[in-house]
């Protein structure tokens, strides 16, 4: 049985892995692993924890803002295990407490917020999100590497009066810029007028120019308007 009983204390541990053993209840120093590692049966307690960065998806949350609207926001959380020892001494389930945390922290930092500051700061959001859950979890042995606000959702009724206001700024806007450029037009024509009042021939050639344009774009009949002071000569013979 010698040969058979060896092989129930033999445990391989993956390169991403640590074993942690609990030997009659107490903790024995150092963790255990990458490898085989060699355990008392019957006796150890054996504990394996996972060193890869793991997401987490917070649900989505009702959240009454600081103005008194209420949204839905959802966010994703990023950690890893740095000290395994600390995730399964200080904490029954790190992975639900590190979720549960995250939920209560982003309830309690959108709520502290307008609307207008969570629509327009989202990535600030979410640093102050990360902030405040990393000094939680530390103490777990939890490093949370990156928050991110997924979704903001509003009422349907917020949502159409959102985007008329939006609607109505742009069309304002676009008067605005439309009447500056009438304004330097006219400007613009003032001075091209004052310029031609002084040379008659100027206003002449300009003419001639906006003909030649007209023509070379499209083939078009043109009737040019001649004074009758310039056929009197003829109409004498």
């Not at 053993?21 to 024995?28: E, I, M, P, Q, S």
Request: net charge positive; proline share 4%; hydrophobic share 45%.
């Amino acid at each position: 049985t010698f040969p058979i009983s060896v092989c129930f204390c033999l445990i391989v541990i993956k390169e991403n892995e640590r074993m942690i053993v609990l030997r009659l209840g107490r903790l024995k120093k150092g963790l255990r692993g990458p490898g085989m590692v060699f355990i008392l049966p019957c006796i150890d307690i054996i504990h394996f924890v996972d060193l890869r960065t793991d997401v987490t998806n917070v649900q989505p949350q009702d959240v009454l803002t600081k103005d008194s609207v209420t949204i839905t926001v959802n966010a994703v959380v990023y950690y890893c295990i740095f000290n395994p020892i600390d995730s399964i001494i200080q904490v029954d389930d790190v992975q639900q407490a590190t979720e549960m945390i995250a939920q209560v922290t982003l309830r309690n930092i959108v709520g502290s917020k307008t609307l207008n500051v969570l629509l327009t700061s989202r990535q600030a959001l979410s640093r102050e999100i990360q902030k405040a859950v990393a000094g939680i979890t530390e103490r777990w042995g939890v490093r949370v590497e990156r928050v991110d606000v997924m979704d903001i959702r509003l009422p349907y009724s917020l949502e159409r009066s959102l985007a008329s206001e939006a609607e109505a700024v742009r069309e304002a806007r676009a008067k605005i810029i439309l009447a500056e450029g009438e304004l330097k037009a006219s400007k613009a024509l003032k001075e091209a007028s004052d310029v031609m009042s002084e040379n008659r021939i100027t206003l002449q050639l300009r003419h001639l120019q906006i003909l030649s344009s007209i023509a070379t774009e499209r083939r078009v009949r043109i009737i040019y308007p001649i004074p009758l002071e310039m056929m009197q000569p003829f109409m004498k013979d």
